[in-house]
């Protein structure tokens, strides 16, 4: 597939998709995700990408949310099937079996919010600013936004946030937990590549193991989640991967993680 509307990267191991609709703040609609999925189709081929890093064109936007000027016709069927595809990509990102960073350069919006908030985490630069004004355009969160927000800054901020559509600056992310961390806008990226590149160095089942035991053990209780770090303990325990890091530290050497399954 052709990408018009977004730009698809590979920076040796670290996979790059980029929003690219700049005149429109990088505003989401079926053609974007059409081509994030193809995007995702090929991170999953390739094995030797370790990590994923989502941004946005531009100065101004990392995503502003839907296209309105999509939705604004949409009929009740096309808008679920709209509202289902937008999640189901946000989905794939979430069940990446590697990690996800949000690098998010400035709007992050209505949908835009949503998929930063699919991401593993989330880093922003001192320009970003979040929110869910959809209740502005009398309607609700499309992309999993009620589910996600409140899981990630907890119930009550999560409706103040939805209910009033108020936009926050990173700071204020930070500090209600939606961001990891905040950056001067001009270190933003090598930041994220930064992070992305450490993470890019670890073993490929721990990662995955890792984000499957947060991301599973947050819907379950405390002992079944702990089952379910066994069982995944025991995978990386018998993975190559395993066996090269424990190996490397007793030999007083730096691991060399090749990311094989067995
Ligand atoms: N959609 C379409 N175009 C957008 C856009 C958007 N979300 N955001 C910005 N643009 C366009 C503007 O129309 C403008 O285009 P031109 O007039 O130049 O042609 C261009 O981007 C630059 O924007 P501004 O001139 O407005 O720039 P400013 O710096 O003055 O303002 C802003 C920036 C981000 C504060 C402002 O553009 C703004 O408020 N944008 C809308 C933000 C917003 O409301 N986002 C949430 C969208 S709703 C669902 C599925 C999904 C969803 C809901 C339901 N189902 C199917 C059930 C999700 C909903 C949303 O995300």
């Known amino acids: 597939m052709a990408y018009k509307n977004i730009i698809f990267k590979v920076d040796g191991d670290v996979a790059v998709i980029k929003f690219n609709r700049p005149k429109a703040l990088n505003a989401i609609n079926p053609d974007v995700i059409a ?6 189709d090929k991170i999953m081929d390739d094995s030797s990408i370790r990590v994923l890093i989502l941004t946005g064109e531009g100065e101004k936007a990392f995503i502003a ?9 949409l009929s009740a069927i096309q808008a679920r099937e709209f509202s289902r595809n937008g999640q189901d990509v946000l989905f794939r990102l979430e069940n990446l079996p590697i990690p996800v960073i949000a690098c998010v350069n400035g709007f992050a919006l209505g949908g835009g919010s949503e998929f930063a908030m699919a991401c593993d985490f989330i880093y922003a ?10 209740i502005n355009l009398g309607v609700i969160p499309g992309f999993g936004g009620t589910q996600r927000l409140s899981r990630l800054v907890g119930e009550a901020m999560a409706k103040e946030l939805c209910m009033t559509g108020v936009i926050i600056d990173a700071r ?14 001009d270190d933003l990226w090598e930041a ?17 193991a890792i984000k499957d035991c947060v991301e599973r053990g947050l819907d379950v209780d405390l002992l079944d989640g702990c089952y379910m770090e066994s069982d995944n303990f025991g995978l990386c325990m018998s993975s190559p991967d395993g066996k090269e890091g424990m190996t490397a530290f007793l030999e007083k050497r730096n691991p060399d993680f090749k990311g094989e399954l067995g």
């Not at 994220?192 to 995955?208: D, E, P």
Request: glycine letters at 8%.
């Open 35 to 40: 081509e994030t999925n193809s995007a995702l």
């Open 65 to 73: 949310g839907a296209d309105i000027s999509h939705m604004v016709n």
């Open 125 to 134: 630069s001192e320009n970003a600013k979040f929110g869910q004004p959809e």
């Open 172 to 185: 204020e992310a930070k500090e209600i937990g939606l961001v990891n961390k905040v950056f001067p806008h």
């Open 192 to 208: 994220t590549m930064k992070t992305a590149k450490i993470m890019a160095s670890k073993g490929r089942v721990s990662l995955k």
